[in-house]
């Protein structure tokens, strides 16, 4: 069992940055992959960005390559998604999950955070 709870979401002005994080408990954090995605109100959720377990493969959705990078920190069992040059339609309820395959699917996570709201004003 891998419980969730991100942070850092906030107010931001366009062309600014946050960083969320996402604490987990469980001793078995290490062996997950770990993905952020985000949600806006009537729209399926959609995957941002995802590491593998070892940390080795990194996966970014198209429209935040060069913008966002996501990290992880095993020893602190926490994953983090660093959001630079920020746009209003970065603007969503972004959730941290844990799984064990196909890292950009949304069905193949098995643990999700609670959310925490980012809100880009233009």
């Known amino acids: 069992q891998v419980q969730l709870v991100e942070s850092g979401g906030g107010l931001v002005q366009a062309g600014g940055s946050l960083r969320l994080s996402c604490a987990a408990s469980?001793?078995?954090?290490?062996?997950?992959?770990m993905g952020w995605f985000r949600q806006v109100p009537g729209v399926e959720r959609k995957f941002v960005a995802a590491?593998?377990?070892?940390?080795?493969?990194?996966y970014y959705a198209d429209s935040v390559k060069g913008r966002f990078t996501i990290s992880r920190d095993n020893a602190k069992n926490t994953v983090y998604l660093q959001m630079n040059s920020l746009k209003p339609e970065d603007t969503a309820v972004y959730y941290c999950?844990?799984?064990?395959?196909?890292?950009?699917?949304?069905?193949?996570?098995?643990?999700w955070g609670q959310g925490t709201q980012v809100t880009v004003s233009s």
């Open positions: 469980g001793r078995t954090f290490s062996s997950y992959n």
């Open positions: 999950a844990a799984g064990m395959s196909a890292p950009r699917v949304v069905s193949s996570y098995d643990y």
């Open positions: 590491i593998r377990w070892t940390g080795g493969s990194l």
